[in-house]
């Protein structure tokens, strides 16, 4: 891929995910600059990963050809206000957005009327390169800058392009915040198998192996439907049916689509709010 200057301001969970994983693919260490108020999370890239740092945002952007917006939403008009305050010319730089619930029209408007905005929606597993990216960008966005994006987030993991922006809360509500739906099911998975009598390593390992496994099992065979390996599981009169049927009894699939509902429900209104 191309290698740009890249800024990242906010260097905090998702900055670490989205750095480590353009590291493992060979992104320059040198070309990677990541800007926060505080040294710890700094010193902790430059040390694992041999980034630049700085405290100083303005320093961090006035580098860079490509900025990644690597901060709490609810921080994204501060951060960028002051940035245009200490005289950053956002030029022809390219700005990327990772926040969640921040309009492409909001972020616009926040850098001081610059359009060239690519915004995207990662999740954490980037940190391992087993991301999964929605993006989206309005339609004057240049192929280069859509390419670009791509390729830096294809070095963490699949990416997916929304034609509408609201997809973007979709993606939200389907990957961004996903894994930590099954990070609650695994614990609630684990709690019962430690209170059946395994030890607490031995519940994770059962648990995250089985998580591993399912999940590999499901990349490893497209031509399969989910309720296909479903399926394969569950003997009839056997163990598994008599667990999903408790599962369907209890309105899994009701619950699933109301949690994923609230999280688009929230991107939305964080939209109108920000
Ligand atoms: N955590 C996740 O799973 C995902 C998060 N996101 C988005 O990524 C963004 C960052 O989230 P996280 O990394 O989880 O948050 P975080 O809280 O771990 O990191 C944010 C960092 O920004 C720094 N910061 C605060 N004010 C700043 C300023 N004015 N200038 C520079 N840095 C500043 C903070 O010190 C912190 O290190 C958010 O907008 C979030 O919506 C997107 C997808 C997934
Ligand atoms: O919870 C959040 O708002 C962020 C966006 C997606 C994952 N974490």
Same mark, same amino acid.
């Given at each position: ?76 008009? $501060?951060?960028? =206000?002051?940035?245009? @305050?200490?005289? *950053?010319? !956002? ?7 990772? /926040? %969640? ?91 019962? $198998?430690?209170? =059946?009598?395994?030890? @607490?390593?031995? *519940?994770? !390992? ?7 496994? /399912? %999940? ?59």
């Amino acid at each position: 891929m191309e290698h740009r200057k890249l800024a990242f301001i906010g260097a905090g969970n998702m900055s670490r995910s989205l750095i480590s994983g353009l590291i493992q693919s060979g992104y320059p260490a040198d070309c990677i600059i990541a800007a926060n108020p505080s040294r710890p999370k700094l010193d902790a890239l430059a040390a694992d990963f041999g980034i630049r740092t700085t405290q100083n945002n303005l320093e961090a952007v006035t580098q860079a050809e490509a900025v990644v917006l690597a901060v709490k939403p609810q921080m994204m008009a $501060a951060m960028l =206000s002051e940035l245009l @305050a200490a005289g *950053a010319t !956002l030029g022809d730089k390219l700005l990327i957005s990772i /926040a %969640a619930g921040i309009s492409v029209a909001r972020l616009e408007q926040m850098a001081g009327g610059h359009t060239r905005i690519v915004r995207t929606m990662p999740n954490t597993p980037s940190l391992l390169g087993l991301g999964m990216t929605g993006l989206y960008a309005r339609p004057h966005v240049a192929e280069a800058d859509r390419a670009y994006c791509q390729h830096m987030m294809e070095a963490v993991g699949k990416t997916l392009w929304v034609d509408e922006e609201d997809g973007i809360n979709q993606v939200i509500a389907a990957a961004g915040s996903a894994p930590a739906y099954f990070f609650l099911f695994m614990e609630a998975m684990a709690r019962q $198998a430690e209170q =059946s009598g395994f030890s @607490a390593d031995d *519940a994770r !390992l059962l648990v995250q192996q089985t998580a591993l496994g /399912a %999940a590999n099992m499901v990349a490893a065979n497209p031509q399969l439907s989910l309720s296909q390996l479903r399926e394969q599981v569950t003997s009839k009169g056997g163990t598994t049916a008599e667990a999903i049927r408790r599962f369907n009894d209890n309105g899994l699939d009701r619950l699933v689509a109301d949690a994923m509902a609230a999280a688009v429900a929230r991107a939305r209104e964080l939209e109108r709010q920000l």
